[in-house]
T-cell receptor, first 114, second 113 residues
Framework: DSGVTQTPKHLITATGQRVTLRCSPR?????VYWYQQSLDQGLQFLIQ???????AKGNILERFSAQQFPDLHSELNLSSLELGDSALYFC?????????????FGPGTRLTVT | DQQVKQNSPSLSVQEGRISILNCDYT??????FLWYKKYPAEGPTFLIS?????DKNEDGRFTVFLNKSAKHLSLHIVPSQPGDSAVYFC????????????FGKGTRLHILP
């Protein structure tokens, strides 16, 4: 158990819909990262927050947005969903704000868009 | 453009032998390299990392070697054990706090009995 929790575990929704994925970091970690893992793809870094502020941005689509709240939990919002958004979405946390720090990953949310 | 490449999608190794997983990168600005291991239905877990100022880092059965001139790193697992069967991701990052991390596509390691 990494100490990072993600809800829900599974999500099935239709094209055009909007969903919110939630992540609670390990106690004491200030940084949260979001990743997408599609079939045959590695982990694609989406976005990083550090202590409530956006720190780094990766290949995140404009239809996607995220935020980190004062209690340090984070939410990833995916809107106007397309079939190609079906993937595993991982959240990770680290004690500090650099990607070179060891990251602790949650178990992921499997999103299926039908 | 894949900045971090793991050219072997899968690798099979006999239990007790050495497993060598390879990773190539194209961006000479990367300062830090990390290996993560992933079991099915779980999130990745950190294994070992190396800074660009070193050429070797060892942690128990795991050793990472970095060849900066060749832009190549490798993870050695000695001896390989059944529990090492997993997908291994190579990742690279700069050392600034707003640098992005780039992951490879992973190599699936099978340890044969």
């Amino acid at each position: 158990d990494s100490g990072v929790t993600q809800t829900p575990k599974h999500l099935i929704t239709a094209t055009g819909q909007r969903v919110t994925l939630r992540c609670s970091p390990r106690s004491g970690d200030l940084s949260v990262y979001w990743y997408q893992q599609s079939l045959d793809q590695g982990l694609q870094f989406l976005i990083q927050y550090y202590n409530g502020e956006e720190r780094a941005k990766g290949n995140i689509l404009e239809r996607f947005s995220a935020q980190q709240f004062p209690d340090l939990h984070s939410e990833l919002n995916l809107s106007s969903l397309e079939l190609g958004d079906s993937a595993l979405y991982f959240c990770a946390s680290s004690v500090d704000g650099g990607s070179f720090y060891e990251q602790y990953f949650g178990p992921g949310t499997r999103l299926t868009v039908t | 453009d894949q900045q971090v490449k793991q050219n072997s999608p899968s690798l099979s190794v006999q239990e007790g032998r050495i497993s060598i997983l390879n990773c190539d990168y194209t961006n000479s600005m990367f300062d830090y390299f990390l290996w993560y291991k992933k079991y099915p239905a779980e999130g990745p877990t950190f294994l070992i990392s190396i800074s660009s100022i070193k050429d070797k880092n060892e942690d128990g059965r795991f050793t990472v070697f970095l060849n900066k001139s060749a832009k190549h790193l490798s993870l050695h697992i000695v001896p390989s054990q059944p529990g090492d069967s997993a997908v291994y991701f190579c990742a690279a990052s700069g050392v600034n706090r707003d640098d992005k991390i780039i992951f490879g596509k992973g190599t699936r390691l099978h340890i044969l009995p």
